[in-house]
C-alpha cells in the first residue's frame, strides 16, 4: 500500500491508527531480496533521493535495486558504476523504459520518472578538466534534488582570469550556493570564496602528485582556506557537495516562495 494511500484510508476510517502505523512502519524500508534494504521515506524525510553507490556491486544486484527502487519513487542516483557494467546498465535502462541522465566523464546515472523543480540554482565550477566527472556527479545530484545548475569548467587558478566572467554570470543569475571542485593545492575553492557572499562548497579532488598526491594536499588547503563561508567535503565526494547544496538551495527557494 502507498503512503498516500495509506493516509487517504486513515483518513476514510478505514483502517485503524494501530493498522495505520504498522503499515507505516513497513513501508518505511523494502527489502530486496536478502542483500539491500531500501529506505523508501528517505525523501520525504530528508528531501534526498536514493543514492546508490554501485562502484563494488554484482551487475544483477545493482539492477534489482534500480527496478525495485523506480516502482516506488520518483529517482534514483547510482554512482560509480564499475566501467565494464555502464554500457550493460544504459541498455537495461533503455529495456525498461527508464529515463536516464549522464554526465561527462563519470559513469554515474540518475535514473528518473519525472525530476522535480524546486526553484533552487547552483552553479558548479572545476579548477581542471581533470575534475569534471567529480563535479557532473554533483550536477547529477542537484538536479535529482530539483535544482537548476550552471556549470562552467576548467578556471582554475593557473588561468585566473577565466574565473571572473563565470562568478559574474552565476551573481547575475542569483545561484544559492556554489560547488567548486578543485585538485593539486584546491586553491580556486577559497578564491571564489573571496569574491562571493554566496555559500561556496569546496570539493577536493585525487588530482595531484607528489606530497600532496590524491587529493590530500587539496583538502588541506581547502580545511586551512582564510576565507569565511567555505564548507568542505571529502576528497571526491561530488555526490555529498551536491546533496549539501541542493538542501541549502531549496530551503532559500522554499523561503523566498512564502515570503
Known amino acids: ?87 550493460k ?43 569534471i566527472g567529480v563535479a557532473e556527479e554533483a550536477r547529477l545530484m542537484c538536479e535529482a534534488m530539483g535544482c537548476k545548475c550552471i556549470t562552467s569548467y576548467d578556471v582554475g587558478i593557473a588561468g585566473l582570469h577565466r574565473v571572473f566572467p563565470i562568478i559574474k554570470k552565476m551573481i547575475s543569475e542569483e545561484v544559492d550556493v556554489i560547488i567548486v571542485v578543485a585538485g593539486m593545492e584546491g586553491a580556486l575553492a577559497s578564491v571564489v570564496s573571496s569574491l562571493v557572499d554566496i555559500p561556496v562548497i569546496g570539493v577536493p579532488s585525487s588530482v595531484g602528485y607528489g606530497y600532496g598526491a590524491k587529493g590530500v594536499a587539496a583538502l588541506a588547503s581547502m580545511l586551512q582556506s582564510c576565507t569565511l563561508g567555505l564548507s568542505v567535503v571529502n576528497i571526491d565526494n561530488g555526490i555529498g557537495a551536491g546533496a549539501f547544496a541542493a538542501n541549502v538551495a531549496n530551503r532559500i527557494a522554499m523561503s523566498k516562495t512564502m515570503s
Open 1 to 87: 500500500m502507498e503512503l498516500l494511500e495509506i493516509l487517504k484510508s486513515l483518513e476514510l476510517g478505514k483502517i485503524s491508527t494501530a493498522k495505520a502505523k504498522k503499515l507505516l512502519s513497513l513501508h518505511s524500508v523494502e527489502k530486496i531480496e536478502d542483500f539491500a534494504k531500501f529506505d523508501v521515506g528517505r525523501k520525504i524525510r530528508r528531501g534526498v533521493p536514493e543514492v546508490v553507490f554501485a562502484q563494488s556491486k554484482q551487475l544483477a544486484d545493482l539492477k534489482k535495486i534500480v527496478l525495485v527502487t523506480m516502482a516506488r519513487s520518483d529517482c534514483v542516483l547510482a554512482s560509480r558504476i564499475n566501467k565494464d557494467h555502464y554500457k
Open 89 to 131: 546498465i544504459v541498455s537495461f535502462s533503455k529495456k525498461n523504459k527508464l529515463k536516464i541522465h549522464v554526465g561527462r566523464n563519470t559513469t554515474s546515472i540518475l535514473f528518473y520518472k519525472k525530476l522535480p523543480s524546486s526553484g533552487g540554482k547552483i552553479g558548479v565550477l572545476t579548477a581542471g578538466t581533470s575534475d
